[in-house]
């Protein structure tokens, strides 16, 4: 056997629930597929500070590698655009975030922690007597008693145990970065007919422009990303000229949850156990505190207690449902395109 765990996937919950096991004397490999590309940039909401220094240890979130953001600007329910600032915010500033950086930060936290970083992608999973047989795309084989799925939105262990996954909507990105022409320090949303704009300011004077919509509604897609961008009241404003041009790439975006998040020695956690609304900005937080708990739970697990995960997982659901029932707020607010599909589909009480 070459671990007890083997965590697949390197992102913010994987790196978090690999320090978590270790920290607990489990031998854990972390595998980390090099060619995986991270966002360029994402934010941390206000209070998540906290979190990330008790998953990774103090100093992750240092200011020469990453922007504090100072407050965030809405244009949503009306066409005002509203700045809600952080300063009065008892929790402090948000972050902006240079994903790569913190992603290849987390893993070296995870490799002082005492986990290996194995580089590869794996390809397939059986089930032996004692655990897993795991293959990796090279051809290698890792033999693991347990299996924690933190592969993204790809779940590649979850689809390989044949969790199967609901999607509660089509939501897509289409996600460009360009050069920063405003000083503000925080993001900035719009709400438009069939969907809505943000725009965050990335560490290195770049910045990410992105348009989601649902995938029956992209249309002429990329090609009409500066039609797209045009109509807007305050968002074309903010990125400047020469925004239109720039070719974005499509991404899914999609709120979407495995049908079971863990099973007999294995278990998933962040993007591979659920996604939620880019809105919500609540992926990475989330990622890294269920991460970080599973990671905890896999020594309880194999040393046979069956109920380990079922707490972890109650909790999961109710945060699928209170994020849900958070989107269904945020449609609810914006009133000026009620029967537009994007929006009443959102407004719906459905199992989003
Ligand atoms: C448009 C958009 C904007 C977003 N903005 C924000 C934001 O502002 N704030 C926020 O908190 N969240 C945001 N999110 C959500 C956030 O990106 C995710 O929730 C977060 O990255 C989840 O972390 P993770 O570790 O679960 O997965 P990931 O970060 O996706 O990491 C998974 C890792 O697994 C690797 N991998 C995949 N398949 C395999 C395999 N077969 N073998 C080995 N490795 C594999 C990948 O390469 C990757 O390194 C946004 C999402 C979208 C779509």
């Not at 008693?145 to 609901?166: I, K, M, N």
């Not at 991460?291 to 739970?297: I, K, N, W, Y």
Request: charged share 20%; hydrophobic share 45%; aromatic share 8%.
């Amino acid at each position: 056997m070459n671990c007890d765990l083997l965590v697949a996937g390197a992102g913010p919950a994987g790196a978090a629930a690999a320090i978590a096991a270790a920290g607990r004397g489990l031998r854990v490999m972390l595998l980390h597929d090099a060619r995986g590309s991270a966002w360029p940039g994402e934010s941390l909401p206000p209070g998540m500070a906290g979190l990330v220094d008790a998953a990774f240890g103090p100093g992750l979130l240092d200011e020469a590698r990453h922007l504090i953001a100072y407050g965030t600007r809405s244009c949503w329910g009306s066409d005002d655009l509203i700045e809600t600032d952080f300063l009065a915010n008892p929790l402090g500033g948000g972050w902006l975030l240079d994903r790569a950086r913190f992603d290849a930060d987390a893993r070296a936290r995870a490799e002082a922690a005492g986990a290996t970083l194995v580089t590869g992608r794996l390809e397939g999973i059986a089930s032996m007597p004692d655990g897993w047989e795991v293959t990796l795309r090279d051809g290698r084989r890792l033999a693991a008693r347990f299996v924690l799925d933190a592969t993204g939105r790809a779940a590649a262990v979850a689809r390989h145990v044949g969790s199967g996954r609901e999607a509660f909507d089509r939501q897509v990105a289409l996600v460009a970065t360009l050069d920063d022409a405003d000083p503000y320090r925080g993001t900035s949303v719009e709400a438009v007919a069939d969907g809505w704009w943000y725009t965050t300011p990335l560490p290195g004077g770049r910045r990410v422009l992105a348009f989601l919509t649902d995938a029956d509604l992209l249309g002429d897609g990329v090609a009409g990303w500066a039609r797209r961008l045009e109509p807007t009241i305050h968002v074309r404003r903010l990125v400047g000229e020469g925004a239109g041009a720039v070719v974005p790439r499509t991404s899914p975006a999609e709120t979407a949850a495995g049908r079971s998040l863990h099973g007999p020695r294995w278990c998933a956690a962040g993007d591979a156990a659920m996604t939620f609304d880019p809105l919500s900005s609540q992926g990475i937080s989330a990622a890294i505190l269920m991460g970080a708990r599973a990671g905890g739970l896999v020594a309880a697990a194999l040393a046979g207690e069956g109920a380990a995960f079922a707490a972890w997982a109650e909790d999961y659901r109710t945060l699928q449902g209170e994020t849900a029932d958070l989107g269904r707020h945020y449609a609810l607010m914006e009133t000026r395109w009620r029967d537009a599909p994007f929006w009443s589909r959102r407004r719906s009480a459905g199992p989003l």
